[in-house]
């Protein structure tokens, strides 16, 4: 299983992806779920994948050659004239990897299904955060819908809508996201650090802050246990049953 957010903020565009991967509980691994493409100065894409593994690395294999390729007849990531057109060339991208491993073509049930977050910012136009299903088709993110989540999203969902503020700093949403993946990480072993991260600063047209958190890292130990004792002492503070109410 897998937990990415993506959250459009007025300040830029903030990811986050778990990496743990798992076929039983014998076979647990490590793998980066998200992908940075960049143009200088003209434009950035990150894109997070959950799902099928073998599809979404095809996917991302496939974007990042012909992006690479100038005699490639297939469109490229990095000449698309928009993020909604990005996004749909993300989208075909997944149709033709699921139609190439299926039997019998794409379906939403099928083994080899995924599931993308695509954002970024293209000059002359504003950040776009899409959620791409397995059936190819998407939406985008907008002031009613302003973050996505894909994978194992019931967890973290809770804090992202009650505690998200679009005007809120790198920094704030970092300890959103990280009180968030904490909740998921804690009720589904499936889930799993390191966590990686990319920040993206409106109008930069660059990549901007990213890295990555162990879950020893001294920040996300804080910010745990922070958040448990919090919880403790909230709940401790409202009044008691009364018997016979």
Known sequence: MTYCVGMVLDRGLVFMSDTRTNAGLD????????????????????LMSAGNLATTQAVVSLLDERSKSPVD????????????Q????????????????????QRADAKFHATLLVGGQIAGSEPRLFL?????????AGEDTPFFQIGEIK???????????????????????????DSTL???????APFDFHFYEKDSLRIGRNGRIEEDHPYFQAV????SDALKDALDSLPDFAAGA
């Open 86 to 105: 990005t996004a749909r060339l993300v989208a075909e991208t997944l149709r033709e990897v699921i139609e190439d491993q299926g039997d019998e073509g």
């Open 73 to 84: 007849r297939k469109p490229s990531l990095l000449a698309t004239p928009s993020l909604f």
């Open 27 to 46: 076979n647990i691994s490590t793998y980066r779920k998200m992908a940075i493409w960049e143009e200088p100065g003209e434009r950035v894409i990150t």
């Open 186 to 192: 804690k009720a589904n072993l499936t889930v799993g």
């Open 224 to 227: 745990s246990k922070g958040w």
């Open 155 to 181: 967890y973290g969902r809770p804090i992202l809508v009650r505690a998200y503020d679009p005007e809120m700093s790198f920094e704030e949403a970092m300890k959103l996201l990280v009180v968030s993946f």
């Open 132 to 140: 791409i299903y397995p059936e190819g088709n998407f939406i985008e």
